[in-house]
C-alpha cells in the first residue's frame, strides 16, 4: 500500500477548500464534543454524596445524557447528582436531592414531584463530582414552571 502524496500544491489545495467551507461547519467540527461547562450557580445547595435513588416522586421527568469530551462516546455507570426545589420544599429539603448512574448509552432519568420556581425561576442543578472527570455543575431553567420534564446533557472531560 502506497503513502498519499504531499506536494506544496495538494497542501495548498486542502487549505483552500477548509477556507472555503462554510464557517459553522468549521466551527461545528472542532466544538462538537467539547467538555461542558459549569454553569454560574449550578452548585447552590449542592450536597455531596447525594444518596442512589430509583425515584424521588412523580410528575416531572429529569433526563439527559453524559458523553466523553473528544470523541463523544457515551459513559456508562457515570453518577449524576439531581436536586431543585420541588412540591416537596426547596433545594435544601433531602427527599429532593438523589443520584443516579447513567446506562450503556450514557443515559440517565429521575422522576421527581414537579419543580416549582425559586428565585422567579423554574430550575433545576446537577452535578459530576467524580474522580474519573473534571466536575461539572448546571443549573438549566425551565421554558415554563409548567413544564413536566427536562433535559441536561454533561460531555465530560478528564480530571
Do not use: C
Amino acid at each position: 500500500m502506497n503513502a498519499p502524496f504531499y506536494n506544496r500544491r495538494s497542501f495548498l489545495a486542502g487549505g483552500a477548500a477548509l477556507l472555503s467551507a462554510p464557517m459553522g461547519l468549521v466551527a461545528q467540527a472542532s466544538t462538537a464534543f467539547a467538555p461542558t461547562q459549569t454553569m454560574r450557580g449550578g452548585s447552590n445547595n449542592y450536597s455531596p454524596n447525594a444518596p442512589m435513588v430509583e425515584k424521588l416522586g412523580e410528575g416531572f421527568l429529569m433526563s439527559g445524557t453524559v458523553l466523553k469530551a473528544g470523541t463523544g462516546e457515551p459513559l456508562q455507570n457515570v453518577r449524576i447528582q439531581i436536586w431543585a426545589a420541588t412540591t416537596l420544599g426547596g433545594e435544601r429539603e433531602p427527599r429532593n436531592h438523589g443520584s443516579v448512574l447513567t446506562d450503556a448509552q450514557g443515559a440517565y432519568r429521575l422522576e421527581m414531584p414537579q419543580i416549582v420556581p425559586n428565585f422567579g425561576q423554574a430550575h433545576a442543578h446537577l452535578a459530576y463530582d467524580d474522580k474519573a472527570f473534571k466536575t461539572v455543575f448546571l443549573r438549566p431553567v425551565m421554558d415554563s414552571p409548567r413544564d413536566t420534564s427536562l433535559r441536561a446533557d454533561f460531555i465530560l472531560a478528564p480530571a
